[in-house]
């Protein structure tokens, strides 16, 4: 028999209290489920879908709330068009979304004029990269890009002591009397 193309998940959760419905709809957003009427979730018929599914489904039991697994396949080629549709402008939506987040990041990163600021600043955009590029993550392949080039970025600004950065961020010229940094790797005999 061949594989169905969609798996779905029909819950329904105690409405009260409240934590638990949203706990629901917070998995089903991070798993990339769409909704298809209100208690039925969609993906994918993947390995990884079925787990993140399966996962989902023994947590709202343990929550007191009913869950049924179903793979299915639509009758309606439309239908399904319109489904395919969904995950797709969602995947944009998203890649987007962590495209600005990136960006904001790096606009932070840039302004930043102290290391350890730099240095935080470093370690968010990391942790979103490699959300990006997580074994779930649909954005495997740009997110490796960004990656690379953040970490091109990261190695420069490093190079950078902070108080250089600030100079050029405030266009100002360093005078003769004002000493001069070195990285611990500088060798003095240039």
């Not at 649909?138 to 600030?166: D, I, N, W």
Request: charged share 35%; with cysteine.
């Amino acid at each position: 028999m061949p594989k169905t193309e969609w798996l779905a998940l029909s819950y329904t959760v105690p409405t009260s209290p409240s934590k638990v419905r949203v706990y629901v709809w917070r998995r089903l957003r991070a798993i990339g489920a769409q909704q298809l009427r209100n208690g039925l979730a969609i993906l994918p018929n993947t390995k990884e879908n079925l787990d993140s599914f399966k996962t989902l489904l023994d947590k709202i039991k343990e929550l007191s709330g009913d869950a049924t697994l179903i793979e299915m396949d639509f009758t309606d080629e439309i239908e399904n068009f319109e489904m395919k549709k969904r995950f797709s402008l969602a995947k944009e939506e998203q890649l987007r979304d962590a495209l600005a987040e990136c960006s904001t990041l790096l606009d932070r990163l840039n302004a930043a004029t102290d290391a350890h600021s730099r240095s935080l600043i470093e370690r968010e955009l990391r942790r979103k990269l490699q959300k990006l590029s997580g074994a779930s993550s649909p954005f495997k392949a740009q997110a490796a890009e960004m990656e690379k080039a953040a970490t091109e970025l990261f190695e420069t600004l490093r190079g950078l002591p902070a108080e250089f950065s600030a100079m050029i961020k405030s266009k100002k010229q360093p005078s003769l009397r004002e000493p001069r940094y070195f990285n611990k790797d500088d060798s003095l005999e240039d």
